[in-house]
């Protein structure tokens, strides 16, 4: 079966050879050596300051919301993991969905406006696929407004944009390390803050609120990576440049392969330096995409439909917050993304781009 991603492991040599010193240390969390280790380690390969590691992406955007003490409405984007939205529930707000973009796949800048009302705090906005959103109109906008802004930005790790990190946009960025992720800790995540009040609040929320003996100073949660997480971050990152290389050797040989087809790809903005986290294209229809689907499942080829469904439209939320986003609903019906991962061979992209090319080719004529 070729999956969509293949987590990458470090040698279990190198990985040992931080359990040893997490043994002798005798420190498994808490901030210890290691996590201290890895958050100046990120931070310096991000060219970021104010980084707060964290359990899971998840958890990084409910504390995102938390430190920035939003309430009411937060303008959010129908495209992206359940995650994006779930956190906004999970912390008590309302999620008012703007449509996407059919560049980007990101939130449309230009039709957040009409969506703020006298109870927006803020716009969460995902950097979908690793592509930015368009960070320099949202900020005028939450400017103008006097609004926070907060981007999951999950799959942007290294993402660069005008020679900056993107990471540096938005009061608040998250960061997931999950397994499925370029680079990865197992479980965790990060919060980089533009403010160092916030990344206070920050590292303060994620243990409990709770500093020195016995000083309760604020609402917290348990959101602190463990000293085993941050060994397999800090095998991973020195790894990290080798990972978006062959990530990107590997989504050339999908382009050439796959053009002159009757497939769309996201446009990227000019300055981009992407990290090839993923590989998504949109088929000319639901049907399509959903023949070809089924094709590469029948020939062990484990595609994805990320993301799907629309996020405007889960089962679960209150009939009034399921807005129509058409351009998003569009794309999610249409989309896959294709296995991408270190050691992912030409031969097998051959094969992978060989059954899509035959399947439009009758798909279409039927
Ligand atoms: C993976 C992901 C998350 C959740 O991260 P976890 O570390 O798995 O909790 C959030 N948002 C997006 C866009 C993601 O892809």
Redesign the pocket.
Known sequence: MLPVTKTTLPSLEVYAAYLEQIWQAGQLTNNGPLCRQLTFDIASYLRVSNLELVT??????QLAIKALNLKGEIITTPY??V??TNSILWEGCEPVFVDIEPQTFCINSELIEAAITKKTSAILA?H?YGYPCNVIRIQQLADEHKIKVIY?A??AFGVRLAGESILQHGDCS?L???A??LFHTV???AVVCKDAEVTKRVFLMKKFGHIGEDDYLDIGINAKMSELHAAMGLCVLPRVNDIIAARKECSGWYDEQLEGSLLQWPVPPVGLEYNYGYYPVIFPSHDVMMKVRQTLLDNGIGPRRYFSPSLNTLPFLKPELKRACPMSENISSCVLCLPLYVGLSKAEIDVVCDLIRRTLQGGVTL
């Open positions: 899971n992406g998840t958890l990084a955007l992206s993991y995650a994006t995902t979908v999951d999950a799959h998250t997931s390390f999950h499925t992720k479980e965790g995540g």
